[in-house]
T-cell receptor, first 115, second 115 residues
Framework: KNQVEQSPQSLIILEGKNCTLQ??????????LRWYKQDTGRGPVSLTI?????NTKSNGRYTATLDADTKQSSLHITASQLSDSASYIC??????????????FGAGTQVVVTP | DGGITQSPKYLFRKEGQNVTLSCEQN?????MYWYRQDPGQGLRLIYY???????QKGDIAEGYSVSREKKESFPLTVTSAQKNPTAFYLC??????????????FGPGTRLTVL
């Protein structure tokens, strides 16, 4: 079973509107959580990173929140633009074991912004 | 995509052939990774390398091989033993592999199709 679950799988929003993506994880213990943006046919690009002690992190119109108690994170996109059309991937990292800390990837939420 | 290049962007292979995917980075990162991405699934780790001349199997290493003779290069060979190689392959690098705290930077990917 995937230790990082994202919802919804996909969503369509009108340009200028806001949307929120969800990420639930079971990785424990937990080191940090990242959100990546992946344009079609390209590699993922890091948007935000939060440690277990952080509740929120912003990057322009992107705001990520984290509730380490409930193991939930969300990514809020404000005033969406056509360039926001992409897949958004939640990535959770466990603390260092042996020689490295493995990343667990969610399947992503596909966002389509329409004019 | 930072300073990571992957080539070719598209690759077609006949069944029974081995093919090698190139990954080069000029970020002076010690750690490099190969992931496979399939529709509806999170990225899965094939191999990773924390230092030159050393590499470790990831979750789905069967049918793949790698080498790390130079710090900046981490080629992936998809062998004929890989039964379902059609996928999008992503290479990544990070300063180190320690604890998952270092951000992984991804290349633009190679789409491999078996004919």
């Amino acid at each position: 079973k995937n230790q990082v679950e994202q919802s919804p799988q996909s969503l369509i929003i009108l340009e200028g509107k806001n949307c929120t993506l969800q990420c639930n994880y079971t990785v424990s213990p937990f080191s940090n959580l990242r959100w990546y943006k992946q344009d079609t046919g390209r590699g993922p690009v890091s948007l935000t990173i939060m440690t277990f002690s952080e509740n929120t992190k912003s990057n322009g119109r992107y705001t990520a929140t984290l509730d380490a108690d409930t193991k939930q994170s969300s990514l809020h996109i404000t005033a969406s633009q056509l360039s926001d059309s992409a897949s958004y991937i939640c990535v959770v990292s466990a603390p260092r074991t042996d020689s490295w800390g493995k990343l667990q990837f969610g399947a992503g939420t596909q966002v389509v912004v329409t004019p | 995509d930072g300073g990571i290049t992957q080539s070719p962007k598209y690759l077609f292979r006949k069944e029974g052939q081995n093919v090698t995917l190139s990954c080069e980075q000029n970020l002076n990162h010690d750690a490099m990774y190969w992931y496979r991405q399939d529709p509806g699934q999170g990225l899965r780790l094939i191999y990773y390398s924390q230092i030159v001349n050393d590499f470790q199997k990831g979750d789905i290493a069967e049918g793949y091989s790698v080498s790390r003779e130079k710090k900046e290069s981490f080629p992936l060979t998809v062998t004929s033993a890989q039964k379902n190689p059609t996928a999008f392959y992503l290479c990544a690098s990070s300063i180190s592999a320690a604890g998952g705290t270092d951000t992984q930077y991804f290349g633009p990917g190679t789409r491999l199709t078996v004919l």
